[in-house]
């Protein structure tokens, strides 16, 4: 591919999955339907016709073996990425996440690490059925041992996947697939990383700090633009949730005394909490305003009629922004 070709967020996955396996020979896909089918959506496309079905790996239906089996494979010298098919179908495997990969390198006092992915399609937007759309990042974040990627762009999607793949260690990589398919934008060709734990600023601001990751980056950036004039916004994508980027959000925080965090899972519980806590232990003496959360609500992701409203939209993003502006 081209530096000028254009793509969206799942083909910028496919690129990057094609050549981190064309740099590195121990590098395996495997999941359900990722092989000739391509993925349920398309991620995985044209790579079994690529590369064999000895590396990109049709499985059963069996999150637990998919899993389990990746992190022997990891163990063993390889660097397996395994496929979930949807974020809320990785619970049957979550036993073998944090019982097993996060605690390998000191379960084998650091004989063994587990150089392993795991991917997952996750949050909510597409109208999908239960099980199909939650958003509970905090769950992988609350485990030593993993860390966890949730990109919001294309570029960001494949060199932060290439890292990943690259790490010593086990990654929960959560791709919001509410903006698969919503935008395109020009992504390096060949080789291109982007470091772990280093969230980017998306609009400098001096007013108030919105911190965010993954879909919602869209609305609070379109909140943003929409109090162009009247309050100035500085968005903050987080990208990797853990490490997270303790420093630019504290420095971000000094800058502009005020803060919103927007996420779409859960409240109670979840990493809004934890970037508030931050900000207490670190910056204290800058805040001028409490800070706000807008999230998701503390109900299980609704269906169909109700799934606009569980969703932080931007107009929810604006009237938190004008109520610690205004503080």
């Not at 967020?9 to 981190?20: F, H, R, S």
């Not at 993925?39 to 990109?56: C, I, P, S």
Request: charged share 25%.
């Amino acid at each position: 591919m081209s530096e000028t070709e254009s793509l969206t967020l799942v083909q910028a996955i496919q690129d990057g999955l094609a050549t981190e396996l064309h740099r590195d020979e121990s590098v395996v896909l495997l999941g359900e339907d990722i092989g000739k089918n391509g993925g349920v959506f398309r991620a995985t496309e044209g790579l079994y016709e690529e590369f064999g079905g000895d590396r990109v790996i049709d499985t059963p239906l069996a999150e637990s073996g998919i899993v389990g089996t990746a992190i022997g494979m990891a163990a063993y010298g390889m660097r397996p990425v395994a496929e979930v098919q949807f974020a809320g179908f990785v619970y049957p495997a979550f036993d073998q996440l944090v019982s097993h990969a996060a605690r390998l390198r000191t379960r084998s006092r650091g004989r063994f690490s587990c150089p392993l992915v795991v991917r997952a399609p996750y949050g909510g937007g597409i109208r999908a059925p239960e099980h199909h759309s939650e958003s509970r990042e905090a769950f992988y974040a609350h485990e030593p041992g993993l860390k966890l990627v949730v990109p919001s762009t294309p570029t960001d999607a494949k060199g932060l996947l290439a890292s990943a793949i690259r790490d010593p260690d086990p990654v929960v990589f959560l791709e919001p697939k509410l903006i698969y398919r919503a935008f395109r934008e020009r992504v390096p060709a060949g080789e291109h990383t982007v470091p772990l734990g280093e969230a980017a600023v998306r609009r400098p601001g001096s007013d108030v700090s919105v911190f965010t990751w993954g879909a919602m980056t869209r609305p609070t950036l379109a909140a943003a633009d929409a109090l162009e004039g009247e309050v100035d916004v500085e968005v903050v994508d987080l990208r990797t949730l853990k490490p997270m980027d303790e420093a630019t959000v504290v420095e971000s925080f000094e800058r502009t005394g005020r803060a919103v965090v927007v996420h779409e899972s859960p409240k109670t519980g979840g990493l809004a909490g934890e970037i508030v806590a931050t900000i207490q232990e670190n910056a204290l003496l800058y805040q001028e305003a409490p800070i706000e959360r807008v999230t998701g609500f503390d109900t299980p992701f609704p269906l169909y009629a109700l799934e606009d409203y569980y969703l932080p939209e931007e107009s929810r993003i604006v009237d938190a922004i004008r109520s610690v502006a205004e503080f």
